[in-house]
DNA sequence: AAGCCGTGGGG
DNA sequence: TCCCCAAGGCT
């Protein structure tokens, strides 16, 4: 590929996609500071941003209608105990998400006298705020000229003009780069182009079978010119049958249902006796109820190694995702 | 600095 | 069915 061609492209590229992004972008809760605002507060897209970590929009849309009624500002979720945020949090995954959420709503509340701080510097000092997510905050509820830079903005650097299936395993220098020359220098035309990259990449530049005819900058795709190659490497899975991660999430799973305490030994070993969630002749496990019971007979159906289960119970607690009394196990 | 950390929808 | 992977962060 020639340098002209990729000069080119990069001229044409930030206006065929922001038209495309007007056009076609979904109109989320989330999105303002962007041309048809809804006047979302800065609490409002920190909260989205957190959700939107490895956690897919159709996914997270409910859950952020629930936690923007329940606390609508920072102080609100920072007066309530971080357990509030981990059962709130429900399925979307990684709890300690979650936990980080409400530790950043703390130290709002603490040294930015409840409101969410506008800097990107001052963002990262915040719990679970790292180079994206601080980036896209400055940018999206502030209107800052910021490079944001996500899986899918990288993929669509990636394709589009260095002519690969995939970004590198992890984010380099020459990425980093790469963005920031292709940051637009108006700074409301900055924040378009961030938002509409990203929605590109989401809705037609996706990983798995690209939408390339839907694409607006498909005559300048490098990827595509060069005959769409397979990517360089396979990316490695993680593993999850069997993991401490899979005995976790079944662990939380019980917790996030109980209203009391569980105690220790039901997740460590099957009660005598008890067959199942319909089970009978289990001792008093009437306390909990069909949803308690559910998860902790898919607990015992994984058969995981007791020294697993007390590694994993451990775990739990030393993250403060769990907490222990007498009386057994809580979120 | 690879590996860990949940969950569920879609190909 | 199984496998992939999604607006990452932290250690």
């Known amino acids: 590929m020639s340098t002209e061609i990729t000069d080119t492209s990069r001229r044409l590229a930030p206006r065929l996609i922001e038209d495309w992004f007007l056009a076609n972008g979904r109109d989320l809760p989330w999105r303002t500071a962007l041309p048809h605002s809804s006047g979302c507060t800065p609490w409002g897209i920190m909260i989205s941003e957190f959700m939107l970590q490895q956690t897919p929009v159709i996914r997270v849309l409910p859950a952020w209608e629930a936690w923007m009624n329940r606390w609508p500002t920072p102080a609100d979720l920072a007066a309530e105990p971080a357990s509030e945020a981990v059962r709130a949090w429900g399925r979307l995954g990684y709890p300690r998400r979650a936990q980080r959420l409400h530790a950043a709503a703390v130290a709002i509340v603490e040294k930015h006298d409840g409101a969410v701080p506008d800097t990107r510097e001052a963002l990262q000092e915040l719990p679970g705020v790292g180079a994206y997510t601080s980036a896209a905050i400055a940018a999206f509820a502030f209107g800052r000229r910021e490079s944001v830079v996500d899986t899918n903005i990288r993929r669509v650097h990636a394709r589009l003009f260095s002519g690969k299936a995939l970004p590198a395993p992890s984010f380099t220098a020459a990425e980093a780069r790469l963005a920031e020359e292709l940051l637009p220098e108006d700074r409301a035309e900055s924040v378009t182009w961030n938002a509409a990259v990203m929605e590109l990449g989401a809705l037609v530049c996706t990983a798995r079978s690209p939408k390339c005819e839907e694409c607006?900058?498909?005559?300048?795709?490098?990827?595509?010119?060069?005959?769409?190659?397979?990517?360089?490497?396979?990316?490695?899975g993680q593993a999850w049958h069997g993991t401490d991660r899979q005995v976790r999430g079944a662990i939380l799973a019980?917790?996030?249902?109980?209203?009391?305490?569980?105690?220790?030994?039901?997740?460590?070993?099957?009660?005598?006796?008890?067959?199942?969630?319909?089970?009978?002749g289990?001792?008093?496990?009437?306390?909990?109820?069909?949803?308690?019971?559910?998860?902790?007979?898919?607990?015992?159906?994984?058969?995981?190694?007791?020294?697993?289960?007390?590694?994993?119970?451990?775990?739990?607690?030393?993250?403060?995702?769990?907490?222990?009394?007498?009386?057994?196990?809580?979120l």
């Open 254 to 280: 019980v917790l996030r249902e109980a209203g009391t305490p569980v105690p220790r030994e039901l997740f460590l070993e099957r009660p005598d006796g008890w067959d199942g969630p319909a089970g009978t």
């Open 282 to 330: 289990s001792p008093d496990l009437s306390w909990g109820g069909s949803g308690v019971l559910h998860h902790l007979d898919a607990l015992h159906r994984l058969k995981a190694p007791a020294e697993q289960r007390e590694r994993c119970l451990a775990g739990l607690l030393k993250d403060g995702l769990a907490s222990e009394s007498d009386a057994g196990l809580t």
């Open 216 to 236: 607006p900058v498909a005559a300048q795709c490098a990827w595509l010119a060069a005959g769409s190659p397979e990517p360089e490497y396979t990316p490695r």
